[in-house]
């Protein structure tokens, strides 16, 4: 888990703690969620790495998602999307995340 978090309440940046420092949020259910995903998303990339089980990899990365999507996990589901054979959502995906690597760079 890369990505850094910032306090859904205060915007600070997440520093490994529970309760945030700045504003006093719980943040425990918040680090589960994320955690969970993480685990999804690395279930994916066994299944598709390690298992050739593109079905399985889509349904984990489709879940992750759901929980907690993130720039990376949006990739592992496009991947996913390949492996499963469903091209047309993927290259829609594709160029979605193209269009917002452009909008974050010029931001």
């Given amino acids: 888990m890369n990505e850094v978090f910032p306090c859904p309440t205060c915007r600070a940046p997440w520093r490994g703690v ?11 259910a918040l680090m589960h969620v994320a955690v ?5 998303r690395e279930a994916a990339r066994a299944a598709l790495c390690g ?16 929980l907690h999507t993130t720039h990376q ?3 592992l589901l496009a991947l ?20 917002w ?5 010029h931001a």
């Fill in 18 to 28: 529970t309760i945030c420092p700045r504003c006093g949020s719980e943040l425990a």
């Fill in 101 to 105: 690597d452009v909008t974050d760079r």
């Fill in 80 to 99: 996913a999307l390949v492996a499963a054979g469903q091209l047309a959502e993927a290259h829609a995906l594709m160029d979605q995340l193209r269009a």
């Fill in 51 to 66: 298992g050739n089980r593109p079905a399985d990899a889509l349904a984990l990365a489709r879940a992750a998602c759901r």
């Fill in 36 to 40: 969970k995903a993480w685990e999804l």
């Fill in 73 to 75: 996990g949006q990739r």
